[in-house]
């Protein structure tokens, strides 16, 4: 972008920004954002976080209103978890492919072929896929979660790459869903093998929803927040990321002097850069989209939830 431009942008951006303060306060609303979110809307946000934290934040906040700039099923995740309070979203399209992979009843015919077998769900499903399941867990708990299952077999749904690595740490059964995040999938053991070449010094940090054989490569193995976490901590100064590239902006404001190189240009997920500030003005201005799920299901899916939550 031209210079002249990029100052109209920010100038927008501050006037933006100062129209959410307001409307925050006016509404009693917070505003949660998932690390990859663009960068614009992380400034904003009252708690930036990965999927775990931001469940969390939703489940205690005091707030009257959760403004959720992430995806479809992480805004619904906070409304079962809390039920009274108004929850929307700056775009409605904001959907996960992954979550849309599993259906109720494919679920429910794999059950009644494992009558045995437990339902362990990643957060990434529908609110309707989580009312069938036993417990919830996300990247930051999977392996916790697994471990605390009483039960010799495990229905996995829907991510087969996290499920492939989870199933390492476990001696169970695992029956696992064919489910992939369309944009970790996508990172080859091609692009890490040239990005290693190109950066011999980097270290390789990897997010679980990659292939397995992608996986296989990584110096660190973990979900958003654990791989922020790994960056900030370790010695090593430079890191090829195999993970979303909003992840970037936790990552350097942490370690301003390391540097970071994301695997590929591809790790960009479409559906969660369909919200800008705009959007969210707007939804703090009309109150809409807001998140709704059927009560019936809220209840099963919530114990799923609450379950997932009490894992130490
Ligand atoms: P985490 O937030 O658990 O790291 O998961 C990544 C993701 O793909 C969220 O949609
Ligand atoms: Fe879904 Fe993958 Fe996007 Fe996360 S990064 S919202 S799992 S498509």
């Given at each position: 972008?031209?210079?002249?431009a990029?100052?109209r942008?920010?100038?927008?951006?501050?006037?933006?920004k100062?129209?959410i303060?307001?409307l925050k306060?006016?509404r009693?609303?917070?505003i949660?954002a998932?690390y990859?979110?663009?960068?614009?809307?992380?400034?904003v946000?009252?708690f930036r976080?990965?999927?775990?934290?931001?469940?969390?934040k939703a489940a205690?906040?005091?707030?009257?209103?959760?403004?959720?700039c992430?995806?479809?099923?992480?805004?619904e995740s906070?409304?079962?978890?809390?039920?009274?309070k108004?929850?929307?979203i700056?775009?409605?399209?904001a959907?996960?492919?992954?979550?849309?992979?599993?259906?109720?009843?494919?679920l429910?015919?794999l059950?009644s072929?494992?009558?045995?077998?437990?339902v362990?769900?990643?957060i990434?499903?529908?609110a309707?896929?989580k009312?069938?399941?036993?417990?919830?867990?996300?990247s930051a708990?999977a392996?916790k979660?697994i471990?605390s299952?009483?039960?010799d077999?495990?229905?996995w749904?829907?991510?087969k790459?996290?499920?492939?690595y989870v199933?390492?740490f476990?001696d169970?059964?695992?029956?696992i869903w064919?489910g992939y995040c369309?944009?970790?999938?996508?990172l080859?053991?091609?692009?890490?093998?040239?990005m290693?070449?190109?950066?011999p010094?980097?270290q390789?940090v990897?997010?679980?929803?990659c292939r397995?054989?992608?996986v296989?490569?990584?110096?660190?193995?973990?979900s958003?927040?654990?791989?922020?976490?790994?960056?900030k901590?370790?010695?090593c100064?430079?890191?090829?990321?195999g993970?979303?590239?909003g992840?970037?902006?936790?990552?350097?404001?942490?370690?301003p002097d390391?540097t970071?190189?994301?695997a590929?240009?591809f790790?960009?997920?479409?559906?969660m850069?369909v919200?800008n500030?705009?959007?969210?003005?707007k939804c703090?201005?009309?109150?809409?989209p807001?998140?709704?799920?059927?009560?019936?299901?809220a209840?099963k899916?919530?114990?799923s939830?609450?379950?997932?939550l009490?894992?130490?």
């Amino acid at each position: 972008m031209e210079a002249l431009a990029l100052e109209r942008k920010a100038e927008q951006n501050r006037e933006l920004k100062e129209r959410i303060a307001q409307l925050k306060k006016e509404r009693n609303a917070i505003i949660l954002a998932h690390y990859y979110q663009r960068d614009e809307i992380q400034e904003v946000a009252d708690f930036r976080g990965d999927s775990f934290l931001l469940a969390q934040k939703a489940a205690q906040t005091d707030a009257d209103v959760i403004v959720f700039c992430g995806v479809h099923f992480m805004g619904e995740s906070a409304k079962i978890l809390a039920p009274n309070k108004t929850v929307i979203i700056p775009d409605e399209r904001a959907g996960c492919p992954m979550a849309d992979m599993v259906n109720v009843e494919g679920l429910k015919a794999l059950k009644s072929r494992h009558p045995n077998a437990k339902v362990v769900t990643y957060i990434n499903s529908s609110a309707e896929i989580k009312a069938e399941t036993d417990i919830c867990c996300t990247s930051a708990n999977a392996v916790k979660v697994i471990q605390s299952v009483d039960a010799d077999e495990i229905i996995w749904v829907p991510d087969k790459n996290l499920g492939d690595y989870v199933s390492k740490f476990t001696d169970k059964k695992m029956i696992i869903w064919e489910g992939y995040c369309n944009t970790h999938d996508m990172l080859t053991v091609k692009d890490v093998m040239e990005m290693k070449a190109q950066h011999p010094n980097a270290q390789f940090v990897v997010h679980p929803e990659c292939r397995p054989e992608v996986v296989k490569l990584g110096d660190f193995v973990g979900s958003t927040t654990a791989i922020i976490k790994y960056c900030k901590e370790s010695d090593c100064q430079e890191f090829i990321v195999g993970t979303e590239d909003g992840t970037g902006f936790q990552l350097r404001k942490d370690s301003p002097d390391k540097t970071f190189h994301f695997a590929t240009k591809f790790l960009v997920c479409p559906n969660m850069k369909v919200n800008n500030l705009k959007k969210v003005v707007k939804c703090l201005e009309t109150m809409q989209p807001q998140i709704y799920v059927p009560p019936q299901v809220a209840e099963k899916a919530r114990l799923s939830l609450e379950r997932m939550l009490q894992v130490k």
